[in-house]
Every structure is written in structure tokens, then in C-alpha cells.
């Protein structure tokens, strides 16, 4: 069955320091989001991404977050300068046609992001 | 701000009892729900989906809406040890294409 796959599973940073997290959605997917879920908390949403550009970020998704997709592949989160509160669980997710609507997520493993 | 509300639980059940898992929401817009099981430390898995009023089975999963009453859940029939999770239950964000989540229900089922 196809997976979304996501690396690095764990990325310990230290504060202030540039991550990228990376994504490789299934390959006839044409939606792809990134959540992330605080421990012991509700799993958020970040950005929705589609046709090449953002379709919609929420409130979290500040100047310090972008994302990419670089070479038709791959799908970057990228924070800038980590700061404590960023440490989480970041979900990669990917759907044929609108999640919203359908529903039909599939979520990568994640990354487990640790800012010290 | 559109919510989606669940008793976090946990709610522990006996091996091959019914479990019972409550959601309501606060879009009376919303169309569509949806539930998804998360293992500790792993990502969510979508198990079921649900967009008219009444019930839908899969197996021994039923997930039932009641949109007047703003109100959906999920009955899993003949709990298993494997089925210790916690649900999450999702609706859209309005005219987008994010999902909002509930807090989860950690459910706990015992031999």
C-alpha cells in the first residue's frame, strides 16, 4: 500500500537553529498538508498546499515556517529559528483530491522535532 | 472559531463489550466527519467516514451522525486489547480544505 514517508523520524535542534523536515507524499496525490501535534495535545493544522503554492496556513504558521516543493517530490516544512514551543510532532499528510471534503488523509510516521 | 469536542477519557471497556466514542461539533455547516485511531507515538489512521445522517458500518466499526443535534460517534462491537487507542474525531474547517480535530478519546480495553 502506498505510504507517505517522512525523515528525519527524530531531529533533536538547538534553539534558534534552521530545521527542514521532509516528506515524500504518494506520487498521484495532489494535495499535501503538514499538522503537527504538541504532546498530550490536539493534532493542529499548519498549511494546506496545492498546485505549487499555499491554499491555505493558519495562525501558526508564522513568518518562521515555510514549505517547498522543490522537485515535484519531495515537500518541505522548513522553521527558521526554532524556538522551544516548536518542539512536536510533525505529520506530513497527502490526499488525491480535497481533504477537507473527503477526508481521505493519509498521514506519514512523522517527525518527532525536540528544540533544546 | 469552528471547535470539535470530545471526552478525553479514557473510557475503558471489557474484551468484546462495545465501545462507545462521543463527538460533537460546532459548524452546523459542516458535511462531512470523520474518525481516526492514533497508537501512542504513531500517526493518525483514518477508519471511518461519515457524511449523511444516521449510521454507517464497516466491520465492527459504526459510526453515526446526527447533524440537528450536531452530535457523531462511533461504536466499535466486540472491543478487542488491539483497539486501546485513542480516537480522534475530525471535521472540515469550513470552505477549506483542513480538518479540524478533536482532543481525542483514549480508549482502553481490557482482557
Known amino acids: 500500500e502506498p505510504e507517505v514517508t517522512q525523515t528525519p523520524s527524530h531531529q533533536v535542534t538547538q534553539m534558534g537553529q534552521e530545521v527542514i523536515l521532509r516528506c515524500v507524499p504518494i506520487?498521484?496525490?495532489?494535495?499535501f498538508y503538514w499538522y503537527r501535534q504538541i504532546l498530550g495535545q490536539k493534532v493542529e493544522f499548519l498549511v494546506s498546499?496545492?498546485?505549487?503554492?499555499?491554499?491555505?496556513k493558519s495562525e501558526i504558521f508564522d513568518d518562521q515556517f515555510s514549505v517547498e516543493r522543490p522537485d515535484g517530490s519531495n515537500f518541505t516544512l522548513k522553521i527558521r529559528s526554532t524556538k522551544l514551543e516548536d518542539s512536536a510532532m510533525y505529520f506530513c499528510?497527502?490526499?488525491?483530491?480535497?481533504?477537507?471534503?473527503?477526508?481521505?488523509?493519509?498521514f506519514g510516521s512523522g517527525t518527532r522535532l525536540t528544540v533544546v | 472559531q469552528k471547535e470539535v469536542e470530545q471526552n478525553s477519557g479514557p473510557l475503558s471497556v471489557p474484551e468484546g463489550a462495545i465501545a462507545s466514542l462521543n463527538c460533537t461539533y460546532s459548524?452546523?455547516?459542516?458535511?462531512?466527519f470523520f474518525w481516526y485511531r492514533q497508537y501512542s507515538g504513531k500517526s493518525p489512521e483514518l477508519i471511518m467516514s461519515?457524511?449523511?445522517?444516521g449510521d454507517k458500518e464497516d466491520g465492527r466499526f459504526t459510526a453515526q451522525l446526527n447533524k440537528a443535534s450536531q452530535y457523531v460517534s462511533l461504536l466499535i462491537r466486540d472491543s478487542q486489547p488491539s483497539d486501546s487507542a485513542t480516537y480522534l474525531c475530525?471535521?472540515?474547517?469550513?470552505?477549506?480544505?483542513?480538518?479540524?480535530f478533536g482532543t481525542g478519546t483514549r480508549l482502553q480495553v481490557f482482557p
Open positions: 475530525a471535521a472540515p474547517g469550513g470552505n477549506t480544505d483542513k480538518l479540524i
Open positions: 506520487s498521484n496525490h495532489l494535495y
Open positions: 499528510a497527502s490526499s488525491v483530491r480535497d481533504g477537507g471534503e473527503s477526508g481521505g488523509y493519509t
Open positions: 459548524d452546523r455547516g459542516s458535511q462531512s
Open positions: 498546499f496545492y498546485n505549487n503554492e499555499i491554499s491555505e
Open positions: 461519515i457524511y449523511s445522517n
